[in-house]
C-alpha cells in the first residue's frame, strides 16, 4: 500500500511539473497600431509604400504597420468608413482609434503624430548606425 502511495505521488508531482514546463509563454505586450488603407495603383499611395516598409523595418518593436489595399479587398475596408485613399488610422495598444489622416502623410509626420498621440518612440537602431 506505500509503494502504491508513494508511486501515485511520484507520478502526480512529475505531472504537475511537466504541466508547469509546458505552459504557454505569456503573450507579448500590445502595440500601437498604424493602419494605412489605399491601393498598389493609386498615385500617393505608391509613395507611401516604401514609408511604410520603412517603418515597418525600422518601429517594429515599437508600433505595428498594416496595410489594406482597397481596390483588392473592398470588404476589408468597409468597417473603417474611409472618404478617400490613402487614409491612415493611427491605434493605441488597447485598439482604440486615436487619430486618421486622408492624403499622403510622410515617415517625419507620422512619426511626429506617434509622439504628440503619447507614444514614446526610441530612435531605431538602424537609424543609430547610419
Partial sequence: ?????????????????????????PAPPALPRLLD???GKCIPCKRM????AELTREYADQFTVVFIDVWEDNAAAEPYGI???PTQIFYAAD???LFRHEGFYGKKEILAKWRELGV???EPATAKNE
Fill in 1 to 25: 500500500m506505500r509503494i502504491a502511495l508513494l508511486m501515485f505521488t511520484l507520478l502526480c508531482g512529475a505531472a504537475l511539473l511537466h504541466a508547469e514546463e509546458t505552459k504557454p509563454a
Fill in 49 to 52: 509604400k516604401p514609408i511604410l
Fill in 37 to 39: 488603407l489605399g491601393a
Fill in 83 to 85: 472618404r478617400l485613399i
Fill in 120 to 122: 514614446a518612440l526610441k
Fill in 95 to 97: 485598439g482604440q482609434e
